[in-house]
T-cell receptor
């Protein structure tokens, strides 16, 4: 069945550092891929998505590229801010209309000033 | 503001109490979900409703009882819970992208439940 694996946290970085959070997936066909973010005390919000191979999703300085050959969708940001501290979830939606979104375990990110 | 409102934000209850969680969406979506978020565990999908009909129940214990009176409201009725049921309960609604078939989930802020 479909699955998502993302790097375990917590990840601690200094402000302005480069961020990578790894995500790989297992699925048949070409699923849609997502990154959701959960800020403290809130629910999850869609951060970015990509629906086909080589698509790049981007939002708020974050980027992720859909790599079919490596079944990956790594999240990157060139210069993180304290306000980026949150939990990040990689997710996928399968190719069948009845498929529900599957989430990774989440990676907690701490940015130090 | 995501358009999905959950109440209460926090709830403390004893194991013999009966309480209800409420979720309301103002987005015109036709699917609603309950998720359970526990520390150090993946998000667990509990229930799915499409057009007010329950389409998924992921082996959730009967002490959790969902209700969806219309496409904008979703409830989770709780009774005789256990301490291990303490978690953040998230409601979500979705809009299917008919072009690509993907679902975009919109989440509420959750109810933090503590069972004593």
């Amino acid at each position: 069945g479909n699955s998502v694996t993302q790097m375990e946290g917590p990840v601690t970085l200094s402000e302005e550092a480069f961020l990578t959070i790894n995500c790989t997936y297992t699925a048949t066909g070409y699923p849609s891929l997502f990154w959701y973010v959960q800020y403290p005390g809130e629910g999850l919000q869609l951060l970015l998505k990509a629906t086909k191979a080589d698509d790049k999703g981007s939002n708020k300085g974050f980027e992720a590229t859909y790599r079919k050959e490596t079944t990956s969708f790594h999240l990157e940001k060139g210069s993180v801010q304290v306000s980026d501290s949150a939990v990040y979830f990689c997710a996928l939606s399968g190719v069948n209309r009845d498929d529900k979104i599957i989430f990774g375990k989440g990676t907690r990110l701490h940015i130090l000033p | 503001e995501t358009g999905v409102t959950q109440t209460p934000r926090h709830l403390v209850m004893g194991m013999t109490n009966k309480k209800s969680l409420k979720c309301e969406q103002h987005l015109g979506h036709n699917a609603m979900y309950w998720y359970k978020q526990s520390a150090k565990k993946p998000l667990e999908l509990m229930f799915v409703y499409n057009f007010k009909e329950q389409t998924e129940n992921n082996s959730v214990p009967s002490r959790f009882s969902p209700e969806c009176p219309n496409s904008s409201h979703l409830f989770l009725h709780l009774h005789t819970l256990q301490p291990e049921d303490s978690a953040l309960y998230l409601c979500a609604s979705s809009q299917v992208d008919f072009g690509t078939g993907t679902e975009k989930l919109f989440f509420g802020s959750g109810t933090q439940l503590s069972v004593l």
